[in-house]
């Protein structure tokens, strides 16, 4: 199954762009995705189970990191059908 993930970070610190520049170059180095990047998100977009473990992976690599920070996420199944 095919999905998208939408995921903006939020550090709650003022040294804000280290950790989201971080966060995008993880997920450039997983197989499988297609990131795409905006001024305000992530698009990740794969395989349910590739994506899935991309994002819960740099999510932990993340809050392991930054002391405080917050992710909004959106998961749409089926992208680009119709």
């Given at each position: 199954?095919?999905?998208?993930?939408?995921?903006?970070?939020?550090?709650?610190?003022?040294?804000?762009?280290?950790?989201?520049?971080?966060?995008?170059?993880?997920?450039?180095?997983?197989?499988?995705?297609?990131?795409?990047?905006?001024?305000m998100?992530?698009?990740?977009?794969?395989?349910?189970?590739?994506?899935?473990?991309?994002?819960?992976?740099?999510?932990?690599?993340?809050?392991?990191?930054?002391?405080?920070?917050?992710?909004?996420?959106?998961?749409?199944?089926?992208?680009?059908?119709?």
């Amino acid at each position: 199954m095919k999905i998208a993930v939408d995921i903006s970070l939020y550090p709650l610190d003022a040294d804000f762009l280290r950790p989201i520049r971080d966060v995008i170059a993880r997920l450039n180095e997983h197989d499988g995705l297609e990131v795409v990047t905006n001024p305000m998100s992530t698009q990740i977009r794969g395989d349910y189970d590739v994506v899935m473990a991309a994002v819960t992976r740099e999510v932990k690599a993340t809050f392991a990191g930054v002391p405080k920070a917050v992710f909004a996420i959106k998961i749409l199944n089926n992208p680009g059908s119709g």
